[in-house]
């Protein structure tokens, strides 16, 4: 009796410890749920605090350097430097997962060219903006998914497809190897420990050599199976607005459930933290019977067979995630932005109203219309490149996500290019120079007569005299008068304002030096910069008064003579 009553008590300890161990279980799933959920109400809207380093930032464009094709308009590296898009990105990255973050990357480096992809990715963003509810329930399967930092699973992934399976009678060899040797251990136990031991050492140690060849593909598949984990759970969010892309994602799914099937060790031994007790469970499992080797060479079969639906997968779910990160841009600027127009066809033009660039905090807002080039003049830091870099930033978002931070936007579908923030390259031996007129040249080769080029220059041949600057400046500014190319320009040479008036319009900036300040007010003005400020900043800054003078004489004297001669002392 007392044997059955303990019996009773031992079970009935067992499942109440089941009981309690599943409870804790689902308490935790839920405190987790209701923490991101809170975070992700929290951030909407909100400018993203989340800094880069260098290495995540190259983690994060490698998708867009397996996606992007020959011969498509793309942002180009100088382009994307010069404007500073890295920041422009961090500000519209409110992603939770490394699908919806490389997707948006990618999304800003390759401009659409038709409006109906940009008017699909309106309709997501204005979806996302009016239905929170279910924007929220996406971004939190986004947030399961994950991020994986430093590390591009898309390298892993594109090359893992590429490789060829390996051949595994070893691995069962292994195994039958060690069930063998613990079976001796019972037949004669001396010699059956000192074999299993042999053979277990030599397992692990043959196991150890092979997985660390693969250990960053293992990895990457870890975030593969919680993508495909997750592919069932977004169909069963209510939005028929969103059918089309739940459907192609649960679609994928099914296609791939092979691979996730497949892949229980191999996931297993790559997740969670260090000290994780499901983690060194299934590291003991691998490493003796090399399970997640086994599977590993099933996952490259599938991934083979399956990858056009695996791009397609990504596709859908990158295309949801950015349309609500962009929606929380939308949100965050509120009613500061405006959806572009396009037109194709005709001459290159572009008209914009009250623009302005999206980081900079209080903006003076300005307005241009031009329907041939621009000739930008005006002392430094009045606004010149600022300007630039403005209407050129807003044309990469009027394209891609389908914003322009304007009260209007009217254009053509442009290729765009800059040149501005160049310097010397000394890994490559070039000069200043070498590099800004290679620089320029590539926007006279991109001039193909297909799609027209909206191109911006800052300080043309600054790196040359002043003679030849003005000549070489003149003559490759005259040849980007085309109607397929739209160029705005910025220099000091007053001279080119009047060479190039014929094909292009002259706009200036201006500024006041008053009670020794220099007072800016960052308005664009229609016509050429008739203010000599120069000099006179020199007394705000202190310079001696007779320097001053001198300076002053001099060039008076070469206004009215067009000769330089030093002033006697």
Known sequence: MNGNSDNRTIAFLLILGFIAFAAFAVWETCKNRKRVFGKIRKTYGQWP?????????????????????EGLPVIDDITWNDLDMDRIFMLLNHTWSCIGESYLYCLLRMPAMEKETLKERNRLIEYFRTHPEAREKMEYRFARIGKTGSQSMFDYIYNLAELKPEAVWPEFVWIIAVVVSFGSIFINAAFGVLLFLAVMFGSWYYYYRKKKRIEPFLRSCSCLIQILKESESFGKIDAPELKNYQEKIVQAGKLLRKLKRSTHFVVGGNAGENGDLTKVFFDYINYTFHLDLIEFNTVIRELAAHMDDLEGLIDAVGALECATALASFRTLAEASYCIPEFKKGGRASLSCENVFHPLIPDPVKNSITAERGVLLTGSNASGKSTFLKTVAVNAILAQTIDTCMADSWKGNFFRICTSMALRDDLAGKESYFIVEIKSLKRIL????????????????????????????????????????????????????????????????????????????????????????????????????????????????????????????A
């Open 445 to 568: 080769n991109a001039a193909d007569g297909k799609i027209p080029i909206l191109c911006f220059v800052d300080e043309v041949l600054r790196g040359t005299n002043t003679v030849e600057r003005i000549a070489a400046s003149s003559e490759i500014l005259e040849s980007m008068e085309r109607e397929d190319i739209l160029c705005f320009a910025a220099t000091h040479d007053i001279e080119l304002t009047h060479i190039l008036e014929k094909g292009y319009d002259n706009y200036h900036f201006e500024e006041e030096v008053r009670d020794n300040d220099v007072l800016f007010n960052y308005r664009l003005f229609k016509g050429r910069a008739v203010s000599r400020n120069a000099i006179k900043l020199l007394g705000v800054m202190g310079y001696d008064p007779k320097l001053i003078e001198k300076a002053q004489n001099m060039a008076d004297h070469f206004l009215e003579t067009g000769e330089w001669r030093q002033e006697e």
């Open 49 to 69: 605090e989340r800094e880069y380093s260098m290495e995540e930032f190259d983690a994060i464009s490698h998708y867009y350097v397996h996606r992007k094709k």
